[in-house]
């Protein structure tokens, strides 16, 4: 396979991955916005912070606006993150290894590219947002199937799931970098109705709510999300899950290709180091340091896997 | 002027060919048929099937409208189209090869030497180069247009990277899902091998550098190429790679492509990219769209370059007009396909003859393409025609013209019912050292507009799907 | 007479190069009275790709550089015996048509200053018209190094006043273009008098003339060239005819230094 091609599939599946998060995440911001008083400035920075998008924001708007908030996630022409943009960006790398992809896997992304184009060529009325959000979700998920159910399980297969955990992966690990000091127990002044907010959020944004009252159950504290949110074997967006899958992924590569490269030994390191400890040992540790450092891991990674399969020269 | 419609006869009786298309059709609903006109749209615009229009954003896809009603060529009129376009093809890569190497057709004066001399298509680089087996033009498209039944002319030759295959493969593809029934009713050749012949076709022409089963790979501008599509269509259909110059470097004396486990070396690569961008070495230093050293590779025997570079001196509509002298000269045989009588600018008698006569001609530039740059004569306002009449006058030898021919029209459907519209037609040759394979069929390209000559896609054109009837 | 020439052409680079190719023309081609007798091209921090006779008969090699390098050295050397032939080259030779020569190239496109050139050139006969040729080029033009540029086309040195040897080369071909003759570019060795360090590469231009085929005129030193001008290569400009071009990826800075060495054997 050309390194350009195997650069693009990764850089496909991320960058779904990344608009999908988004979506989330402004789903989020919705329902603190819902829930509670208050104009929720605040709550809006942190989701931006989330996103990766506050510097931007920040750059254009003087206040925080839920509404110009949303529509800097979701459309605005002046963020290349946006959701608009992300897609749009999918969607050529899609084109650049349209080789690569089955006809059904072009024609969901291409379609799904056509229908946001169509849905968010004019700002979003806030009684449609959740029409839109949960298309974007829905569009993706047909993505997805689509790749499940028709593509060979093969290398190709193999860099479209390592773009994916990794960066869903950095998306979680970022979460928890922006809300760290909610989980920690200094700040734990239980049952206050701020924290429970705060958790709450922090849940919802990685679809978690459900998942984590089955896995951890019914109460839901610091201690609990973080063990769900990072080391839990089963949730699907837990940085233990992912970087299992990108190990995984990428073992699948050495042992097809017969080559085992420097970025195989990193994401055995990023698993062996970050993921092999118990929740007390990384809050002894310091949460914050540790999700910083898993977070520069896994850049270094993306890095390390673009140089070994020569994406770019 | 008389109009030869394919389908409608001259006293309005239908055409053999498309009778039992016709029939077909005068059972079938049209509000069906509007949903289905409609279904073929959405179809194409979910696959992708855009080009970029040149001189507009970037980013800007277009769909090129297609029309369900097919064109219909009976088995006999084929044949006879198929042994004109073969000869022709043939006498393009004869006259190619003379022409890089002792110019026979020059000394023999059937081609004037400044025709040759002053020419910016022909490339010195390729003198005393001969590619495998000799083929210069792995893929050609020869462009036709009809005035009458018998009447057949070649109205270019597309010698360099001619487009549009993917759209004449799609758009059978599209009929055969929209309406099964037609096909088992009526017995249409297939063009769907051609993917698999062109394959087959490149790997024959292999360099000798070329180690067991030749590697074959589509060479593209990019995504943002008006005919990206194409690039990817094609390369997906052969299962081979499709990769940009920077995918490219020189490795071991060969050209190979940077894969996931390394350089792996090309033997045989279908460029669609113009010869100036090849190479930014020996051609266009500014070009980024090459690979540096690929045309010493290739000099050295190190890969074959489909089609070979310098192809363009074969097409030129300069050279064009000479085509029947060199048909003849190399095949020692009559053209069996007739050029469109064409007035050399540069010649003084003929350039009097086509100023005096500028409203009824058509008047193309030497090396324009698409349809950019040309006077149609008919059509032109006062204020075009004076403003031509001053272009010939500055540089005369940079036009030819042309008589505007009575093009045959094929039925488009729409809201009101059929209505007739110009066509052309552009059949797509294969050659490699194994032999000539002309697809039946081709793209036919038809002008939208009423009464419009123009059957360009840059220019609003559409497409139909082409049927040549088994015998 | 037998000449023995080092010629050594060292790059380096500002940071290391990531790719790049070098092509080379620094084989001395086999012409009526100059017969190589030995000679070897040697490269270091680039590696052999492939080698063929291009279109003007030039033997053409090309490098590619090795990953990473901040240096690239190219060594000929070898022996040539030399004839006298009074300049003169011979018939033309080879596929490509006399034709091809009378084609301006970007180089070497005649405009007013040429033309000017052109219209003061006197002589019974084209030999004659020639040499008036080289003798007012090399009048209107001074030798001096170092104050032009490789890029320079030939109407840039007419109105510069001042060039090299490629200058003076250009001017010539794209004068004797105009004038209905072919003509070509030459880039060769030259021994100076006396001296065995060369400063750098020379070249010159020949003019074909009908009955005599290829002759050389030397414009620099106004002469035509003898037995200690060693033909290497030839083009319709310097860009077909130079004995390294290269294309580099990169932002790396390119410095070169030559040195030369031309010595009489017998």
């Not at chain 3, 690239?72 to 020569?101: Q, Y």
């Not at chain 3, 209905?180 to 750098?200: F, K, N």
């Not at chain 3, 310097?238 to 060495?261: D, F, K, Q």
Request: charged fraction near 25%; hydrophobic fraction near 40%.
């Amino acid at each position: 396979m050309l390194g350009k091609t195997a650069g693009g599939l990764f850089w496909m599946a991320r960058l779904l991955e990344r608009a999908e998060n988004t979506a989330r995440m402004i789903e989020t911001g919705q329902r603190i916005a819902l829930t509670r008083a208050g104009s929720g400035a605040d709550d809006w920075l942190s989701v931006l912070q989330a996103a990766a998008m506050s510097q931007g924001y920040l750059d254009k708007h003087d206040e925080m606006l839920p509404e110009q908030a949303i529509d800097w996630m979701l459309r605005d022409p002046d963020n290349p993150t946006s959701v608009m943009a992300t897609i749009a960006l999918a969607r050529n790398n899609a084109r650049l290894v349209r080789t690569a992809l089955t006809h059904e896997a072009w024609e969901a992304v291409n379609s799904f590219w056509m229908l946001l184009k169509e849905a968010l060529a004019r700002k979003v009325p806030t009684r449609d947002l959740p029409r839109i959000l949960s298309l974007i979700r829905e569009r993706n998920a047909l993505v997805r199937g689509s790749i499940l159910g028709t593509m060979l399980r093969n290398e190709i297969y193999d860099f479209i799931r390592i773009g994916t955990f990794i960066e869903r992966a950095d998306n979680t690990a970022r979460i928890l970098d922006v809300k760290y000091y909610v989980l920690l127990p200094s700040a734990a002044a239980v049952g206050s109705r701020l924290d429970n907010v705060q958790w709450d959020t922090i849940l919802r944004s990685v679809s978690g709510e459900g998942g984590y009252r089955l896995a951890i159950g019914p109460d839901v504290t610091p201690m609990g999300i973080a063990q769900f949110l990072i080391l839990d074997k089963r949730m699907p967006r837990s940085l233990n899950f992912c970087c299992a899958k990108l190990r995984d992924n990428l073992n699948y590569l050495a042992t097809d290709y017969d080559m085992r490269l420097p970025c195989h030994q990193q994401a055995d390191t990023l698993c062996r180091r970050f993921m092999s400890h118990d929740i007390d040992a990384i809050f002894d540790y310091g949460l914050h340091e540790y999700v910083q450092e898993v977070l520069g891991h896994l850049a270094s990674l993306s890095t390390q896997i673009e140089i070994d399969y020569r994406f770019y020269g | 002027m008389d109009m030869f419609d394919e389908m409608q006869g001259p006293r309005g009786q239908v055409r053999e060919p498309f009778s039992t298309f016709d029939a077909w059709l005068g059972k079938e609903d049209p509000a069906r048929l509007r949903a289905k006109q409609r279904e073929a749209e959405d179809l194409f615009r979910l696959t992708g099937i855009t080009f970029n229009v040149y001189g507009r954003s970037e980013a800007e896809e277009r769909l090129i409208p297609f029309d369900i009603i097919p064109r219909i060529i009976s088995a006999r009129e084929w044949q006879r189209l198929e042994r004109g376009i073969e000869q022709r093809v043939r006498a393009i890569n004869a006259f190619l090869h003379d022409i890089y190497h002792r110019q026979e057709v020059l000394r023999a004066g059937r081609v004037p030497q400044e025709m040759i001399s002053g020419n910016e298509a022909f490339l010195p680089q390729m003198i005393g180069v001969t590619p495998p087996g000799g083929v210069y033009t792995h893929i050609t498209g020869i462009d036709l247009v009809r005035t009458g039944p018998d009447d057949f002319f070649v109205l270019e030759d597309n010698a360099r990277t001619p487009s549009g295959v993917s759209y004449m493969l799609e758009n059978r593809e599209t009929m055969l899902r929209m309406f099964p029934e037609l096909f088992s009713q009526t017995r249409v050749r297939p063009v769907s091998d051609y993917p698999r012949n062109l394959r087959r076709s490149l790997a024959a022409s292999a360099p000798p550098a070329c180690e067991g089963v030749p590697t074959v790979a589509v060479l593209t501008p990019g995504i943002y190429n008006s005919a990206y599509y194409e690039h990817a269509f094609l390369a997906d259909k052969m299962g081979v790679e499709l990769v940009e110059g920077h995918d490219l470097r020189v490795v071991d004396g060969r050209v190979a492509m940077r894969t996931t486990r390394g350089y792996q070396p090309i033997d045989v690569l279908y460029r669609r990219v113009d010869d100036d961008f090849l190479d930014p070495l020996n051609f266009n230093p500014d070009s980024a769209l090459g690979v540096p050293g690929i045309m010493d590779v290739y000099r050295a025997g190190g890969i074959t370059i489909a089609n070979a570079p310098g192809t363009g001196i074969s097409d030129d509509k300069a050279i064009y007009s000479y085509m029947p002298e060199i048909v003849e000269f190399y095949t020692g045989e009559r053209p069996i396909l007739q050029n469109v009588p064409t007035w050399r600018c540069n010649e003084k008698d003929s350039l009097e003859h086509v100023l005096a006569n500028l409203s009824e001609l058509v008047v193309k530039e030497v090396h324009g393409s698409g349809g950019y740059g040309m006077l149609i004569g008919p059509a032109a306002s006062r204020k075009e025609l004076r403003e031509f009449e001053r272009k010939l006058r500055a540089r005369p030898g940079n036009y030819i013209a042309q008589p505007t021919l009575s093009l045959s029209t094929v039925p488009i459907f729409t809201n009101k019912g059929l209505a007739p519209r110009h066509v052309d037609l552009r059949p797509f040759v294969l050659m490699s050292p194994e032999g000539i394979n002309v697809t039946p069929g081709g793209l036919t390209r038809v002008a939208m507009k009423k009464g419009s000559l123009v059957v360009n896609s840059s220019q609003g054109g559409g497409t139909k799907d082409t049927w040549v009837l088994e015998d | 007479m037998r000449l023995a020439i080092n010629h050594t052409t060292r790059y380096t680079y500002s940071a290391p190069v990531p790719y790049g190719v070098q092509q080379i023309r620094l084989y001395p081609k086999p012409t009526r009275g100059q017969t190589v007798v030995d000679w070897a091209i040697t490269v270091e921090g680039a590696t052999k790709q492939v080698e063929f006779d291009d279109h003007h008969r030039n033997h053409v090699i090309l490098f590619g550089f090795d990953a990473g390098v901040t240096e690239l050295v190219i060594r000929s050397r070898g022996v040539v015996e030399m004839a006298d032939t009074a300049g003169i080259v011979g018939p033309h030779e080879g596929l490509t048509p006399l034709w091809l020569f009378q084609r301006a190239t970007d180089h070497t496109r005649a405009g007013k200053g040429c033309r000017e050139i052109v219209r003061a050139v006197e002589g019974d006969n084209d030999l004659a018209r020639l040499h008036d040729l080289s003798a007012r080029v090399h009048g209107a033009i001074t030798y001096e190094t170092g104050k032009s540029e490789v890029v320079w086309t030939a109407e840039d040195a007419v109105a510069a006043g001042h060039g090299v040897c490629q200058d003076h080369a250009h001017v010539f071909i794209a004068c004797a273009r105009t004038m209905g003759l072919p003509a070509r570019y030459v880039s060769g060795y030259l021994r100076m008098d006396g001296q065995d360090e060369q400063s750098a590469t020379h070249a010159w231009a020949e003019a074909h003339v009908e009955g005599l085929g290829w002759v050389g005129f030397d414009v620099s030193n106004a002469i035509s060239p003898d037995t200690r001008y060693v033909r290497v290569a030839t083009g319709l400009d310097y860009t077909e005819a130079a004995p390294v071009i290269g294309h580099r990826y990169g932002p790396a800075e390119e410095n070169m230094a030559v040195s030369l060495r031309v010595t009489q054997q017998q």
